[in-house]
């Protein structure tokens, strides 16, 4: 064969290493691929396994049907109570309820797994950890878009909200950044929940913790310190003022500090979450710790 | 070459027990087993539950620590290397469980051959061919939370081939499959070896473990108590021979007084309908029907048989002598 002929006057050594070479960079390459794929396509088939509310009945009660009664309930409340104008719990409420789609989703994104009994074939797999964990939270995050846009929408139609067009991009952009670091703190529940049996009890209790800590509905300035302190180091809090100030007039720029310290909680947390999967499952290789309840 | 070595494997578990004083014990579930597997052999864990057969197969699987001692897959530590590992090998467990309700079997497969790697080009027509293989072409599209038990069992055996592993485990891979699906699901694992692979069995069917196993180990107290061919094993016994009484409301103490008969090395009760079959294995060159008779005082007796040791048999002695 006429191909081998060059091959075959290069030096041992260094064709073997060439060879080897070339085969890790490919193997790599195939790597980063699959890594890609279980990302990608892998995120969305789990998040059609193990999202509760999936079906179109529940989605639509959970999903869009609290979350605007919670954006209505709030701002009338406001308007009896008559202390702040209705875009500050508009806006503080649609913020909220996109995190929940990210909290909640999350949380049985990754504990569902042990609930199900797939966790031990999803663990026998060679598959990236890292892209199988992430990738279940682009659906969420997307999903967390889908309904703070309702609730935005719905506040316009019903509740006259009408912020600035020209504010709306800047809107749009920390509601992505919120959904994110909010789907993280999600993460970390979840992978509390791979341990912790009632780990929606939990979930539960965070959301409504929010809604005081968060400053939803109630000045986090206006809470007693040791509050404020907590609302202040968990996602949400930065990124509900950011869009009130947005939706003020404020461009990004004005709340470059607000969005990135959002930013880094959320990749603090998200960070945290993931460490703690794999804790868990290297400890559940030395004590079986994984296996059942 | 070994495909899969095991050598002087244990492991042990920590758990709880009590709700208010709590104690910890240590359960020794693998005390120090080893053993070897050749290329395209058919190898079979037998023992009674809770033996350690799983523990033993989930440490091959990269999904448990072995205690102390080693194994290897290919010749790679399973602890060491275990992505290496767990890459080239394909994992089937009996059940249930473990499949994601709300989807298809199609979505299934499709999931976990992302998560094995599978190439997306092939993907369709290896999910295609894994189906025709187990049965369930025709039915990929319904969601498995519609699935019976065998189904169920099909997909799990369709899940573990799909990246077409070399080696494969099976823990009890026909439990709850009927009769004719068991033998097309045994067809199946016989096609695994023919076409190459290496394969590890566990099953509680004796019959299954002597039709499709090249060699067996017997495991009990998580001990290898036995271990050869089933012929090897069956020569254990075989010198001797089997008694099997058909007994209508035998009493516990006269089987016991039958244990203790000269000559007798194992005696099985099993319960059927109305009556019970005593199977009674004896040492070689000794009529012993009717001494087995004059212990059964009172209970009256139905068809009295006597046959060639089986692997059951073999199985059945091996254990209660553990
Ligand atoms: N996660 C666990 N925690 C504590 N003990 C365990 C655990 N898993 C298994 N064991 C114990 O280890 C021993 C061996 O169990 P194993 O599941 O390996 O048996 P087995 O041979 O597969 O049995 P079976 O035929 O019933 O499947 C048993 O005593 C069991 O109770
Ligand atoms: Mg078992």
């Known amino acids: ?293 | 070459m070994n495909v899969v070595e095991a050598v002087d494997l244990r492991r042990t578990y920590k758990t709880t027990t009590g709700t208010i004083r709590r104690r910890s014990l240590e359960v020794e579930a693998v005390r120090g087993i080893s053993f070897a597997i050749a290329e395209g052999e058919l190898f079979g864990l037998l023992g009674p539950n809770g033996a350690g057969k799983t523990t033993t197969i989930k440490m091959l699987i990269t999904l448990l620590i072995p205690t102390s001692g080693e194994a290897r897959v290919l010749g790679h530590d399973v602890v060491e290397d275990a992505r290496w590992v767990r890459e080239r090998i394909g994992y089937v467990f009996g059940g249930d469980r473990g499949l994601y309700e709300r989807l298809s079997a199609m979505d299934n497969l499709r999931y976990f051959a992302e998560l094995y790697g599978v190439e997306p080009k092939g993907q369709r027509a290896r999910i295609d061919e894994l189906l025709e293989l187990v049965g369930l072409k025709g039915r990929e599209k319904e969601r498995v939370e519609g699935y019976s038990r065998g189904m169920r069992q099909r997909l799990h055996i369709a899940r573990g081939l799909l990246h077409d592993p070399p080696v494969v485990f099976l823990d009890e891979p026909t439990i709850g499959v009927d009769p004719v699906g068991a033998r097309e699901l045994r067809a199946t694992i016989a096609s695994l070896t023919a076409s190459g692979k290496t394969v590890l069995l566990t099953t509680h069917y004796m019959f299954e473990a002597d039709a499709l196993c090249d060699r067996i180990a017997v495991i009990a107290n998580g001990e290898i108590v036995a271990q050869g061919t089933p012929q090897e094993l069956k020569a254990g016994v075989a010198d001797g021979s089997v008694v099997e009484v058909e007994v209508f409301g035998v009493e516990e103490r006269s089987v016991e007084r039958l244990r203790q008969l000269a000559g007798v090395r194992a005696v099985t009760v099993e319960d059927q309908e109305q009556k019970q079959l005593l199977i009674v294995q004896t040492a070689p060159g000794l009529e012993l029907t009717h001494a087995i008779l004059s212990q059964l005082d009172g209970a009256s007796v139905g068809r009295v048989s006597s046959r060639e040791p089986t692997l059951e048999d073999a199985y059945v002695a091996l254990v209660t002598a553990a």
Request: glycine share 10%; with cysteine.
């Open chain 1, 1 to 293: 064969m006429s191909n081998t002929a060059p091959e075959s006057r290069v030096p041992r050594g260094a064709r073997g290493n060439a060879g080897t070479r070339f085969r890790r960079a490919g193997r790599t390459a195939g790597q980063g691929r699959a890594a890609l794929r279980v990302f990608f396509v892998g995120g969305r088939i789990s998040y059609r396994a193990l999202f509760n509310w999936i079906s179109p009945v529940m989605y639509v009660t959970t999903m869009l049907g609290s979350p605007l009664f919670q954006i209505l309930f709030f701002t009338y409340l406001g308007r009896y109570a008559g202390s702040r104008s209705d875009d500050f719990f508009i806006v503080g409420n649609a913020v909220q309820v996109s995190a929940m789609a990210g909290i909640y989703g999350m949380v049985m994104g990754i504990a569902n797994e042990r609930q199900f009994g797939t966790l031990t074939p999803l663990l026998a797999t060679p598959a990236n950890r890292l892209a199988v964990f992430a990738g279940r939270a682009l659906p969420n995050i997307v999903n967390g878009l889908v309904v703070s846009s309702f609730g935005f929408a719905a506040s316009w139609l019903l509740l006259d909200f009408s912020p600035d067009a020209a504010s709306l991009p800047a809107l749009a952009f920390v509601v992505v950044v919120t959904v994110v670091s909010c789907t993280a703190l999600g993460m970390l529940i979840g992978s509390i929940g791979l341990r912790a049996r009632d780990v929606f009890f939990a979930a539960n209790l965070v959301y409504f913790l929010m809604l005081l800590f968060c400053g939803v509905n109630v000045d986090v300035d206006s809470l007693p310190g040791w509050m404020e302190a907590i609302g202040r180091s968990v996602p949400l809090t930065h990124g509900i003022e950011a869009a009130r100030r947005v939706v003020e007039g404020a461009t990004l720029g004005d709340v470059r500090g607000l969005i990135v310290t959002e930013a880094l909680i959320g990749i603090a947390y998200a960070v945290a979450a993931y460490v703690l999967f794999r804790f868990f499952e290297a400890e559940s290789r030395r004590r079986a710790s994984l296996e059942t309840f």
